[in-house]
């Protein structure tokens, strides 16, 4: 995305998010550390995650440069095929649920909260789980954390 300024020219970099089946092939062919983050359509913290944390040019330059990042809606229904296994959504009433990743993933302490930042190394271990609004700043300092 390209923003025209006064005379200058700046480049505004984006995302660029991957599924869970894209990242496996990814990994294949160049292994990196994964950021996952879990959201919801209503978590109002996942938003503004959304709007702040993902848009902010250095974590944005950072997580494209040494990272695969995969954006996962915590109660989307379609199912996912990651690592041999078939992830899928299980309604827990009438209108709400949760899906099988998302809780495999996000779960710390028996508890699922949104927005919930997982990071897993090449191998797709998690080694860090925080379930709660990161700022830029937060962000920064869990992503200069890993090592190269």
């Given at each position: ?68 990042f995969v954006p996962f809606d915590g109660e989307g229904k379609d199912e996912v095929v990651f690592m041999g296994r078939n992830f899928k959504y299980n ?58």
């Open positions: 995305m390209m923003i025209l300024g006064g005379n200058a020219l700046c480049i505004s970099q984006e995302l660029h998010p991957l599924s869970f089946e894209e990242l496996e092939v990814q990994q294949s062919l160049e292994p990196r550390y994964t950021l996952v983050f879990l959201y919801t359509d209503w978590c109002k913290f996942c938003a503004a995650m959304k709007n702040t944390s993902f848009k902010d040019e250095s974590v944005v330059e950072l997580l494209n440069k040494r990272f695969y309604p827990t009433g009438t209108k709400t649920g949760v899906h099988q990743i998302a809780e495999q993933l996000g779960t710390i302490d028996g508890q699922l909260a949104y927005p919930a930042t997982v990071l897993l190394d090449p191998q797709f271990q998690i080694v860090f789980r925080h379930n709660a609004y990161l700022d830029a700043e937060q962000l920064l300092e869990i992503l200069r954390a890993v090592p190269d």
